[in-house]
């Protein structure tokens, strides 16, 4: 079964960087364009960036371009968010989530927090 | 930026009761929307896309309709295990821009 296991999160200090990482299995994860979807402690969902299957296109809501990279490592079934300048209001659970047909999303792992704060 | 509005905040309803649950968008997105389910301390869980499909393994007690920009998910029969937060989501605009409701929390009356 879709497996989706992400890591990297922790606390940091303003203007701090952190990597998350994201362990996908039990699909072909090179046919799916992947998300970071991020929650905010007891807030809604907000959508955070996205990569193509092959890593060609990506893109990043407003609040984190210039500042998160989304990449992929499709030899090792793995996604990942660069996290660089971060801000308080950065602080959120981070879901990477499988996109279904390009539009919604299928399959969300558990996630990783992140806090920032000094 | 669509703006998606989901009413109420909270409804509180009983086991066993048909229950409504409401989204808006601020201008036309077609059919183009999710549902998603979220229990405390999990992660969402697809329920509907494209307005009115349900997605794998989810109960034929959930379905969604549309009309112009209101969309509904309805429940026929409120289980126990239905008590969670409801997100809709729009996917019009996608990629690079997509937009999540606020939520509407159902709770045990």
């Known amino acids: 079964q879709v497996q989706l296991v992400e890591s990297g999160g922790g606390l940091v200090n303003p203007g701090g960087s952190l990597r998350l990482s994201c362990a996908a299995s039990g699909f072909t994860f090179n046919d799916y364009y992947m998300t970071w979807i991020r929650q905010a402690p007891g807030k809604g969902l907000e959508y955070v960036a996205y990569i193509s299957g092959g890593g060609d296109y990506t893109f990043y809501a407003d609040s984190v371009k210039g500042r998160f990279t989304i990449s992929r490592d499709n030899a090792e079934n793995s996604l990942y968010l660069q996290m660089n300048s971060l801000r308080a209001e950065d602080t959120a659970l981070y879901y990477c989530?499988?996109?279904?047909?390009?539009?919604?999303?299928?399959?969300w792992g558990q996630g990783t927090l992140v806090t920032v704060s000094s | 930026e669509i703006v998606m509005t989901q009413s109420p905040a909270t409804l509180s309803v009983s086991p066993g009761e048909r229950v409504t649950l409401s989204c808006r968008a601020s201008q036309s997105i077609s059919s183009n929307l999710a549902w998603y389910q979220q229990k405390p301390g999990q992660a969402p869980r697809l329920l509907i896309y494209?307005?009115?499909s349900r997605a794998i393994g989810i109960p034929a007690r959930f379905s969604g309709s549309w009309s112009g920009t209101e969309f509904t998910l309805t429940i026929s029969s409120l289980q126990s295990e239905d008590f969670a937060v409801y997100y809709c989501q729009q996917y019009n605009t996608w990629p690079p821009a997509c937009t999540f409701g606020q939520g509407t929390k159902l709770e045990i009356k």
């Open positions: 494209d307005a009115s």
């Open positions: 989530v499988r996109v279904k047909d390009l539009y919604y999303f299928d399959n």
